[in-house]
């Protein structure tokens, strides 16, 4: 599946945009800016000017059909809201396009949709997420019978906790072994969703329909990259919306307040010096021939993003790098 994604051959061709958009979606991957889009998806400023008045909040789901949690392997999402106008703005964690496409399926092929595709540097990825399943517990990493390693691959999850004899959580394996030993283990678990990243990025890296953004977005100019994104949803919206002076001080503000809690919540225990140290020995790592694959997957994501950003541009993104 690797060598899939990384082949240089494009995966499909572009599809029209039509310009009488009703659904919107994020999507967004474990430790790919999950939480801040998360928030930020949520606003009530930016449901309002996308859908109006009237929309209601939907609970979470495992896929397009059915409603089972907690996830595994397959993507989730959040059918946030649904308007009187029958718009929608769905918020999607770890699709799986390659397997069946959902979004692109229901939002983006019949041209009545939009999405912001939250990305990062596949190995940022690994360090975050080793950082962050140290120092924070979410509902997945306590399970111990089975364990879970949230939306891993089968092969992954053998290689895991096969190391436990199949009796420990998550939370508490990567706790107890040293910091290269919780790397290696992190990069196994994110594997998988790493290569949805990567597929969906080169899926949809030409579409008029699909904004790229990174983190590095938001660090370099969080309320640019807001402007730009709420623009890029609402240009197709019929009748036509016009964003007030007004209206986008007051999403940014609630923007900014939910950038901070983000940040806020992410940063209170991490250090530099740990955070450097884990850096330093995932990019040591990549010197094995065994984790070569994420060099690679690393010269892929600069690549894409600098062949989706005409798009970001043209709605005004500040530059990614």
Known sequence: LWARVLF???IRTVKPVSRNISKFAIVAYHKS???LSYRIANLPELNLLLLGQGFRTFGWAKNYNTNDIPSYQGGVYL???RSLLERVFTYWLSPMEMMREEITSNYLAPGMGKAVHMVRKPSDMIVSGYIYHVHFSEAWQRISNPPNCDACDHQAWKQIFSISNFNCSYEKLVRRISMEDGVKIEIARSSWDML???YNMK??????DVLTLSLSHFSNNFDATVRCM???????IQPRRVLQAKTLQNLLVS???AGRTTQTHLGRKLGNDEVMRVKDYVQRLLQQPEYRFLVEADRLYEQLMM???ELSIHFGCPDWK
């Open 8 to 10: 240089p051959a494009d």
């Open 33 to 35: 800016g999950a939480t």
């Open 79 to 81: 059918q946030t809201d």
């Open 196 to 198: 949805k990243m990567m």
């Open 203 to 208: 899926f949809w890296k030409d579409r008029t």
């Open 230 to 236: 709420v623009l890029f949803l609402l240009d197709g």
């Open 255 to 257: 923007a900014r307040k």
């Open 307 to 309: 062949q989706s950003q």
